[in-house]
């Protein structure tokens, strides 16, 4: 596998569009550019802030893990993600992936990938603030995340083909 | 052994400490060894560990299940369940 995938962990924002500009740059073979961004949302204006933690270092080498599996498996072209940590408000970005390879397929297939099982080993931790400010307490982990991470074991012929 | 341990989310908050070091016992071979030793250190890691089913731990920044031996750890991490993306 020669493709390195670009991975970020940060405090401040990404810009989507540069992103997508500097995977796809001076390429003409990529035929599709899937992104995915995950917002913060403020649960019906309950919430002022999502708090994000990480375990420095492993969230790198986590995602950068994730990353190469995905490449592998549906034959990437290009592949970022980048992660927030820190204090994020409603509105704001948390998470970006962006796929590229030759047809959608693959490209979708890839993000959605990444993106299960980021939520689910890479380490970060979402902790709550209520509209008052105050902290209400961390996120509990989902058993769904786990079911759509645990989906892709099921999942034996390649879903990349066509497009 | 010597080792590092850093926590994480409610567990960090819990024990009320980022990290630690620790000298560990001969007789705690395995992740549960450690997580049952850690327990015996005081409430908050009672508290902290009480639900060790639901537990997360890392060798040296990789995930690792609970029947793993921590031989050659220099870091281990305790947290809960991720919850990114």
Redesign the interface.
Known sequence: MSLTPTIRVQSEDFDLQKEVDKLTAGRTDIGAVVTFS?LCRDEGGALSALE????P??AE??MRRIAELAIERFSLQGLTAI?RYGKIAPGEN??LVIAASPHRQAAFDGANFV?DF??????????EHAASGEARG????KDA?DSARDRWSKITESPARGG | MKVKL?Y???VRERLDKPEEELDLPETVVTVADLLAHLKTLGEEYETALQHEN?IRV?IN???AEHDEPIAGAREI?I???????
């Open positions: 995950g994000l933690e990480h375990y270092g492993m080498a986590e992660h948390i998470v993106m980021l939520k689910t080993s890479a380490p970060f931790w979402k902790k961390w996120v509990p982990a995340d | 850093v994480f989310a409610w639901v890392a920044q990789e995930h991490g947290f809960p369940p991720m919850t990114g993306g």
